[in-house]
């Protein structure tokens, strides 16, 4: 990424991105085929595998297998693999680099409004920004597919995303830099927008749950009294204390590793912050599955007390591994990956939890650190129209563009972007047609598991 745009003046930046265009003409983003040395996404998919908590990769492998979105969701690296075989612009942003549909949805800003956004930075890396709005197109084309939506209107659902990229991305580089970065869209302004009575009802409806769910929600749904005493309940494997895990299960000293990494996870947040940690203790300790591709990571989740057992805190934390995305592209400036996790998060959002934290090698492990809730919601793909599919589309890519604003050139690849519908064309050809290449692979998968070369269970 440059710094200062090389101090060339708006005109200039827009004529480069302009003029890549013959390099790179835009219709060349629709072109998708497998080559011949591609490499089999099943391999791909269990070399991540290694390193895990083996007894829990098998689950996994299941929650991967319950559809070709479920599959999608995981398979974050056969497509890096793929994506890297594609035109390049050579423009760079902070990427996602996992940035399908269901990786947005809304949390609590510190001012406690609730604000949307992309949320999921495991694979945050600087790279080609087209690589991240490929990953999204692709993925309303594979989720409308799935709630039986005909290929015209996920070919419209794909085009909308891209259609919001492009108008969020031309608006931007209008815009002076103060207001790309302190751009956002909060969920009543999302209401606000909808055409008709009933919808913002049903919208209103969803914020105010999404709005319950924070510390006190977590007490309730995810405690329990032992001998007088308040713990995480157990409901393995999916939720186990640490105190409870048999010894067998244990790859390394987990309690140990979370003790250390909150010391050094104080160190990475600010004074105000420590003040703040420092008001409470810990109380449990549990090892949480969560996801999809994430599934068999160390993630765990700690309670804190404050003031009294009406005082609670969760805070996860989520183990940091290479990026599907370093193998394609160079590496992260920072060396440790959960410093790499939370500063591309900074990078990409407006704003970001208060406890958002990292921690270096912790017994071979690097973690980062944040809230388990905190007013965080989801939109339920599945239960919409195609109308309402193609708007949460535009929504999408006009967040995506934001996130990559901040830290690429937003009049340079507007520049190449252009007004018409070449550009959202290429993208909606390419979603399709990768659309179908996920479905292969999981075939593929599906086959690997009925054959015994992968293990699946539900747990």
């Given at each position: ?17 302009e ?19 591609r ?13 895990r ?16 979105f479920?599959?999608?969701?995981g ?12 035109p390049r ?6 990427l996602?680099?996992?940035a ?16 949307f956004?992309?949320?999921?930075f495991?694979?945050t ?5 087209e ?29 909308k ?18 207001d790309?970065?302190?751009?956002h869209i ?11 009575k ?10 105010t749950?999404?709005?319950s ?29 640490l105190?409870d895990?048999p ?5 390394d ?19 105000d ?8 203790r ?23 007390e ?7 805190l969760?805070?996860q ?14 590496k992260s ?12 998060q ?7 939890d ?10 071979g ?5 944040r809230q388990?809730?905190?007013?965080k919601?989801?939109a ?13 589309a ?12 901040r ?17 959202s ?11 179908d ?17 992968i ?5």
């Amino acid at each position: 990424m440059r710094t200062l745009q090389e101090f060339a003046t708006p005109a200039e930046r827009k004529a480069r991105g302009e003029a890549l265009r013959k390099s790179v003409p835009r219709k060349s983003q629709a072109q998708w085929s497998p080559p011949d040395d591609r490499a089999d996404p099943v391999t791909l998919i269990t070399e991540q595998d290694d390193g895990r908590l083996q007894w829990l990769v098998p689950i996994r492998h299941y929650r991967m297998a319950e559809s070709a979105f479920a599959f999608y969701r995981g398979a974050a690296k056969v497509m890096a693999a793929d994506l890297s075989g594609t035109p390049r612009t050579g423009l760079f942003a902070q990427l996602g680099g996992d940035a399908h549909l269901s990786n947005f949805g809304s949390f609590a800003s510190p001012e406690r409004s609730q604000v949307f956004d992309f949320n999921d930075f495991d694979e945050t890396l600087p790279g080609p920004w087209e690589w991240d709005l490929k990953r999204l197109v692709a993925s309303f084309v594979i989720a409308g597919r799935e709630s039986g939506i005909d290929s015209e209107d996920t070919a419209k659902m794909a085009k909308k995303a891209a259609q919001g990229y492009q108008q969020a991305m031309a608006g931007f580089a209008s815009s002076t830099s103060l207001d790309v970065w302190y751009a956002h869209i909060t969920l009543q302004q999302i209401t606000d927008a909808l055409p008709k009575k009933k919808e913002r009802k049903a919208a209103t409806k969803s914020s105010t749950k999404a709005r319950s769910k924070g510390n006190l929600h977590a007490l309730k749904k995810l405690t329990e009294k032992v001998d007088g005493q308040l713990r995480i309940k157990s409901d393995p494997p999916l939720l186990i204390p640490l105190r409870d895990l048999p010894a067998s299960e244990r790859p390394d000293d987990l309690q140990g590793s979370v003790e250390e990494s909150l010391i050094r996870y104080r160190e990475s947040i600010d004074d105000d912050m420590k003040l703040l940690l420092d008001r409470y203790r810990i109380v449990d300790i549990a090892l949480k599955v969560v996801g999809v591709g994430s599934v068999g990571t160390r993630c765990m989740i700690v309670l804190f007390e404050g003031n009294d057992e009406a005082d609670p805190l969760f805070l996860q934390i989520k183990e940091a591994s290479d990026s599907v995305l370093e193998d394609y592209l160079p590496k992260s400036v920072y060396s440790q990956h959960g410093q790499r996790v939370v500063e591309g998060q900074h990078m990409m959002q407006t704003t970001s939890d208060i406890f958002l934290g990292w921690t270096g090698a912790v017994g071979g492990h690097q973690y980062y650190w944040r809230q388990l809730y905190d007013m965080k919601g989801s939109a339920d793909v599945s239960k919409m129209t195609a109308k309402q599919l193609r708007s949460y589309a535009s929504l999408c890519g006009w967040t995506l563009a934001h996130a990559h604003s901040r830290s690429g050139d937003p009049i340079e690849i507007s520049g190449y972007i252009g007004s018409g519908t070449v550009f959202s064309d290429a993208f909606a050809t390419f979603a399709s047609a990768y659309a179908d290449q996920n479905e292969n692979d999981y075939k593929e998968f599906k086959e690997a598991i009925k054959s015994g070369r992968i293990s699946a269970t539900e747990g």
